[in-house]
């Protein structure tokens, strides 16, 4: 594919919008049910809506603003814009939705386009409490093909689809099963440091190695949480992002790029790990932001399995391709390491809000003040997002 | 009556893809225009966007990439412990099946399977599903 994106015109908006006001519900209270509020699964009392609207009003107290300052919107997860809109008595000037990233990268352009100053990027999700599934016979369709198309051979899930990816890993490099573990084991780490992670008990490398498999050679450690939150995130034209309750957060760096070519038959799953859009979003996100890996403070990328860490840090260029199975051991992502990656806990082991709790976390990171979770010294924080080849990134730097 | 199986994605395509099963042939569409060969099934060749195509018996002969085994149920037509494999045709396009007539440890990267076929039914009919063994056990 040709080199079609405009280095000169992106480099424009670095810095251009800040990240001025972030919230989120309570992920842990809400899963354990301190006071009697737990809500077990398939026993919906509220709805996505109910978490988001808690969301909404937590980033604007976050921020400093009302309301009324709201001008844009990203109605995200199960939520459409109108609802939002309408629960929330907003008339958006302009109006957007996806994941985090997509909204974030939306919302900047929307913003130098004159159309809007204050985005409200909102997401919830009440998965837990409405039992959604994501793999087997209640999944029969959707916009990604490969999820349901093989069903007839037994062929099912996401993680099915990893564990494929992560065999294959193993077959080509010899990466080991320990080697992974490395990764939910710190994530876990990081999780036992943050009150509002859903997984509070620490894991260690042999409970990791003694918990069954799923779809084999991934464990159970290696999925993601299914929990119910709500993310909000709000986004302002950089000029408009002084004097409020907290320093801005720059969007210094922003990438996208899709490897959807024979997706279905996970042709880029299997034969590249998908790196060809992390080359592609590489390429923009880090001259843009004017850094490079070596940069990167903290780290976080989606994480709906763990595998997920190993290939961007492959395809960015932290590491080696293949080399990501020695590259995690040894704490180098653990807070106080090279590069600690989701210091939240992630997907894993905070909560599962399809990259929506990755921002608020890098977000905090940057404006410091953590206590033990704290990564000492950091300025710069980068994003990866990739859901079956849908790749984007986003880079967060320190405002004045 | 062919052994329930979970549902197939069906469209116009995908319908006459699995019509020729019945007859326990293999074909993919091929493009008239290009020669790629595409999977699944759709109007276009995504090479060329020309929308003439044959569909082309294939030789069955696949190497395996990866593989999957499910320690967990999710489907009741396929308990556990159920292995699941990724193939490359020769043709070109990779294909998802599962192995019959070898064990899950016996698999191996790079190795040859040829076609074979088990019997299938689900709300749109019967069928015949593609699966892939050992090119000795083909019977």
Known sequence: MAVSFDRARLGRLKDSVAVVGVGETDYAKDYRGTGGQAVGKGEARYDSYTLASRALKRALDDAGLKKDDIDGLCASGTLSGERASELWGLNPRWSGGGDAAQCIIEATLAIDAGLCTTVALVYGNAQRSMDTAYGGARVTGGTITSYFYYAPWGMTSQGALYALFFQRHKLLYGTTEEQLGAVAVAFRRHACLNDNAVMQKPLTIQDYLGAPYIAEPLRLYDYCLINDGGVAIIVRRADMARDLKHRPIMVSGFGWSEENVDATQLRPRLKTFYHGAHHEVAAQVYPMAGVTPRDVDVFATYDSFSVHLLASLEGFGFCKEGEAGPFVQGGRIEIGGDLPCNTSGGMLSESYMQSWNHQPELVRQLRGGLGQRQVEGAEVAQYVHDVAGKCKSLIYTKGA | ?139
């Open chain 2, 1 to 139: 009556m062919g052994t329930a199986r979970p549902v197939r994605a069906m469209d116009p395509y995908a319908e006459q893809f699995w019509a020729f099963t019945r007859e326990r042939e293999l074909r993919l569409q091929q493009c008239s225009a290009c020669g790629k060969f595409r999977w699944p099934p759709g109007p276009t060749c995504d090479r060329c966007l020309s929308d003439d195509f044959a569909w082309s018996a294939l030789s069955g002969v696949a190497t395996v990439l990866s593989w999957t085994t499910f320690r967990r149920g999710y489907f009741p037509e396929y308990p556990p412990p159920h292995t699941v494999v990724a193939l490359e045709l020769a043709e070109g396009p990779l294909f998802i099946s599962y192995p019959i007539g070898l064990e899950p440890h016996e698999l191996r990267e790079g190795m040859t399977l040829q076609v074979q076929w088990a019997d299938a039914s689900d709300r749109f009919g019967e069928y015949n599903l593609p699966v892939f063994g050992p090119p000795a056990a083909r019977c």
